[in-house]
């Protein structure tokens, strides 16, 4: 049995959850992946996340939190510049979901409402019959993420929670994405409606440190912030009737299958165009 079979599928473990996914234990734990004293830690981590050096720009790290929030070399996630075509926010492993009556439902039995989600029932309605995508971030990805798309953006919203894992044991057991910690704004766009841009903190990670917070005019691909240590999730909500996804990445969702994408590649086009 492994850990988070323990923790999820087990009364001990379901007893260990709270403390575990608190966010001071968080906290704590960020501020010791800041300091000089966790540096030792960078070069087996890099090992067993299978990092490609060749990819990343790897010197200068002070701290373990430097590393995990390495920049990529110049060049190396080009941002798709049709602008009748939505990108990806970021690195991740890519699902998405048809909106219906305001439920959503990610991964077998962990279904959760929209309202539940954003905590606004306004907002909420303009996504129904719209789309969810779901952008799952493990260990290993690059975890600076940029704006999905350009457009005005709000005040950001911060919602307190919990901190559970955002591995598919997790989203099978519980409704992570309505209990765990998160961030969004929303993004009043010319091809693609009122878009809803999520940062959702998942089990260990320290911080979801996105770089204005406030009312912005903002450009596509350009970087928004980044999540330190741990796997965590981007969510984008969608108007219906504004995009069109690639069939091959809405065809593998329906099949329960995650797609790997890019930071800027291309995953839908602009209905019409």
């Known amino acids: 049995m ?12 379901r007893a260990l959850l709270h403390p575990l996914g608190s966010r001071a234990l968080s906290k704590v ?3 010791f992946l800041d300091c000089k004293l966790s540096k030792p830690l960078i070069k087996g981590f890099v090992k067993k996340a299978e990092i490609d050096p060749e990819e ?24 798709e510049q049709d602008p009748s075509v939505m990108i990806a926010p970021s690195d991740g492993l890519l699902s998405v979901w048809p909106i ?21 029932s ?14 799952r971030l493990c260990v290993n990805h690059y975890h600076r993420y940029g704006y999905v798309e350009s457009g005005r953006k ?15 044991i997790a989203l099978e057991a519980r409704p992570v994405f309505i209990e765990n910690c998160r961030e969004y704004t929303c993004i009043r766009t010319e091809q693609f409606g009122v878009l809803t841009q999520m940062e959702v903190g998942a089990m260990l990670v320290g911080k979801i440190a996105n770089h204005e917070t406030g ?11 980044t ?21 091959e990445i809405l065809a593998a969702s329906l099949e329960g299958i995650e797609t790997p994408v890019k930071y800027g590649q291309a995953v839908g086009r602009k209905i019409g165009s």
């Open 29 to 31: 734990c960020g501020a």
């Open 227 to 247: 999540f330190l240590y741990g796997g965590s999730t981007i969510i984008v909500l969608v108007e219906p009737d504004k995009v069109a996804i690639d069939p």
């Open 2 to 13: 492994d850990g988070l079979h323990f923790l999820y599928h087990t009364a001990p473990g």
């Open 154 to 168: 709000s005040v950001n919203r911060f919602i307190p929670g919990v901190l559970h894992t955002v591995r598919p």
């Open 122 to 135: 306004r907002l909420a309605e303009r996504y129904e019959n719209g789309l969810c995508l779901v952008y």
């Open 56 to 79: 990343y720009i790897m010197d200068g790290f002070t701290c373990f939190n430097d590393c995990f929030c390495r920049r990529v070399k110049e060049g190396l996630r080009p941002v």
């Open 100 to 120: 219906s009556e305001d439920t959503v439902i990610p991964v077998k039995q962990s279904e959760y409402s929209v309202r539940r989600l954003l905590r606004d």
């Open 215 to 225: 009312r912005a005019n903002v450009v596509r691909g350009t970087e928004k912030g």
